[in-house]
């Protein structure tokens, strides 16, 4: 894949192997270029976020045998399901905040490293409650999300930081699919050597642990936070200006902007995660399947993002070099609310075949929807850019602890009715996109305003006080102002 832009602002300098702007934001991705600084950290993001991914989800395509070697009840796996996502609800706040202070690079490999002994200690549990507990605290390693999409949106500038966002996000959501091949694989390897499956299933989780540290290690050694160098030597040589959190946790809570897209994205990703904890079981119970079967089926859900998040965000770039902003915000609503009603069919059709068919179909447009939402998210806020992407990616877990405990927990909903009920509360909890507006750029169903007319460096100054500005510390603003005049589409 190869996106690039000729547009306004792009250059070329001798430092960087790709065309940037004035903030040396990569105007161009090429998918499969290493080149440092930026395509480096794209492919430290995604493969990072991609651990922690296949460790969260290890477990699920394994229940069957755990459930049996732990007595764990239908309210046991639902309990843990809801716990493996919880835990990330405040870890990405907290993530995004830390991005903003000491950058997504620290960040990232910190909270993976700090995560793995939870995977490790999945092969010494005995009962319910350790079972929960470890997917609780694992679950903690899905805030990666929130550096991952900080560190896109650092390292690409406005005309690329959709596809770059939606690729290495999309990317690193694989792991949900991917583990639901990789962990019967192993299981049964593990197994054919000689092990008993009630040891086997434990050996198995010692391979997504050991591959989650590695990548941490990866990030830390080759990775770097920004196009210019890291935050620490950036801030100490008086490049970087060292922000305040009280400020940036001002300006990220106070923009309602970033509350409506954690709601919409509770109901996308959330959505995401709770077919990732759901799908397996719902296969191999209701249509009589073996277990290697139901993983098959259930990680071609996950596997789609192959192809659907990146091309989510994708499709935000094309359509705001039409249409702006404006055109971002349509095509969010309209892949989310055709997401929502696949759900519904999917807990209505009755046949395998159909079955397949149509969750395949589903996990298109609600994982294209998720790459749409942080084509959007850049341009909340330039200031508190690391807060709006936590307040975000901790909406999406938000929703799906929400709709786990509401639609799947113990039972009383069917898996089928719930998946019904779920499709419903998608189409209705997408509404409120159409309440976003930009002064600058307008929203769903306006322009700008023609009286009073604002401009991007009106809306990202308005980040600083007077003081803070005479102090020089909005310059980075400004540059990004300057850039995101694209966002105004064609008219301009």
């Not at 404006?326 to 999917?346: K, N």
């Amino acid at each position: 894949m190869e996106v690039e832009t000729a547009g306004l602002g792009s250059q070329t300098d001798e430092k960087f192997a790709l065309p940037v702007d004035s903030e040396h934001k990569a105007t161009e991705f090429l998918l499969f270029s290493i080149a440092a600084p930026h395509m480096r950290a794209f492919h430290l993001s995604w493969i990072s976020f991609f651990s922690c991914f296949v460790s969260t989800f290890a477990a699920p395509p394994l229940l069957p045998i755990i459930r049996d070697n732990l007595n764990l009840s239908a309210s046991d796996i639902g309990n843990a399901g809801i716990a493996s996502v919880s835990g990330a609800v405040f870890a990405r706040v907290a993530m995004g905040t830390a991005c903003d202070l000491f950058g997504p690079r620290i960040a990232s490999a910190s909270l993976t490293l700090l995560t793995a002994p939870a995977v490790y200690f999945t092969s010494i549990i005995s009962s319910p409650v350790s079972f929960l507990l470890v997917r609780f605290f694992t679950g903690f390693s899905l805030a990666t999300f929130v550096s991952t999409q900080f560190w896109m949106s650092s390292m690409f500038s406005a005309p690329v930081v959709g596809t770059a966002n939606g690729v290495a996000g999309g990317w690193g959501n694989l792991g949900g699919g991917a583990t639901q091949l990789i962990m019967p694989l192993v299981f049964g390897l593990i197994r054919d050597i000689g092990a008993v499956k009630f040891t086997a299933w434990r050996i198995a989780f010692f391979v997504p642990a050991l591959f989650q540290m590695l990548s941490a290690f990866a990030v830390l050694v080759f990775g770097q936070d920004l196009p210019d160098g890291n935050f620490r030597r950036l801030q100490k040589s008086g490049d970087k200006a060292k922000d305040k959190f009280s400020k940036i946790f001002y300006c990220g809570v106070t923009n309602y902007r970033g509350w409506i897209l954690a709601l919409t994205y509770g109901y996308c990703f959330g959505v995401e995660l709770t077919i990732d904890n759901i799908i397996a079981e719902y296969f191999y119970d209701r249509f009589d399947l073996k277990l290697h079967t139901a993983g098959i089926i259930a990680a071609s859900f996950g596997l789609a993002n192959l192809v659907s998040r990146p091309a989510g965000g994708l499709i935000s770039d094309v359509v705001a070099k039409r249409f702006g902003m404006r055109g971002r915000l349509w095509a969010l609503w309209i892949m989310q609310t055709i997401g929502g009603v696949l759900c519904i069919i999917l807990g209505r059709v009755g046949s395998l075949t159909a079955s397949i068919i149509v969750m395949i179909a589903f996990s298109f447009f609600c994982q294209a929807a998720c790459g749409l939402t942080f084509g959007v998210v850049p341009f909340v806020s330039r200031r508190s850019l690391g807060l709006i992407s936590g307040m975000t990616g901790g909406g999406g877990n938000v929703g799906a602890v929400l709709t786990q405990l509401i639609f799947f927990k113990g039972s009383k909903y069917s898996k089928e009715k719930g998946l019904t009920l779920m499709g419903i509360m998608i189409i209705c909890c997408t509404l409120p996109l159409c309440l976003i507006y930009f002064p600058q750029w307008g929203g769903m169903f306006c322009g700008p305003s023609s009286k009073n007319i604002a401009t991007e460096e009106d809306y990202y100054m308005s980040e600083w006080n007077s003081k803070e500005k005479e102090q020089g510390l909005h310059q980075a603003s400004l540059k990004f102002a300057d850039n995101s005049r694209r966002e105004r589409g064609r008219r301009a």
